[in-house]
C-alpha cells in the first residue's frame, strides 16, 4: 500500500523560503515520477514539479528558477525547496506518485498521478 505523508507547510512573508518534505512508503517509480502538486480555492490541481529516478525534472513555468525539486532514494524521501516566494504560490500542496495506467484517450498505458498525500498548506504574505 502506498503512502505519502507531507510536512513543511506554513506562512511565510513574499521572497522568503519554505521546504516541503513528503515521506513515502510501498511506492515503486517503476520509470514512472513523483511530484508535486498544487491548488487553490476554486480552481484544479496544478502540476508543480515531477522528478523521475534518473533525475530527470520538470518545472512549470511559474516555478522555474525559484523552486527545486529533489529526492533521497535512501529515506524515500521526496522534496521541494520553495525560495523566492510570491503571493501566488499561496495553496495546498500536495505530493504525488505516478503508476502505470491505461489511457482511452492516449491509446494506451501511461504513467499518471495515482497516490496523493493529505496535503500541505502554504501561506504568503506581500
Known amino acids: 500500500q502506498v503512502q505519502l505523508v507531507e510536512s513543511g507547510g506554513g506562512s511565510v512573508q513574499a521572497g522568503g523560503s519554505l521546504k516541503l518534505s513528503c515521506a513515502h512508503s510501498g511506492y515503486m517509480f517503476s520509470g514512472c515520477a513523483m511530484g508535486w502538486y498544487r491548488q487553490t480555492p476554486g480552481k484544479d490541481r496544478a502540476l508543480v514539479s515531477t522528478i523521475k529516478t534518473d533525475g530527470t525534472t520538470t518545472y512549470a513555468d511559474s516555478v522555474k528558477g525559484r523552486f527545486t525539486i529533489s529526492h533521497d532514494n535512501i529515506k524515500n524521501m521526496l522534496y521541494l525547496q520553495m525560495d523566492s516566494l510570491e503571493v501566488d504560490d499561496t495553496a495546498v500542496y500536495y505530493c504525488?506518485?505516478?503508476?502505470?495506467?491505461?489511457?482511452?484517450?492516449?491509446?494506451?498505458?501511461?504513467?499518471?498521478?495515482?497516490?496523493w498525500g493529505q496535503g500541505t498548506a502554504v501561506t504568503v504574505s506581500s
Open positions: 504525488a506518485a505516478e503508476s502505470w495506467r491505461f489511457s482511452a484517450a492516449y491509446g494506451g498505458a501511461r504513467c499518471q498521478a495515482n497516490y
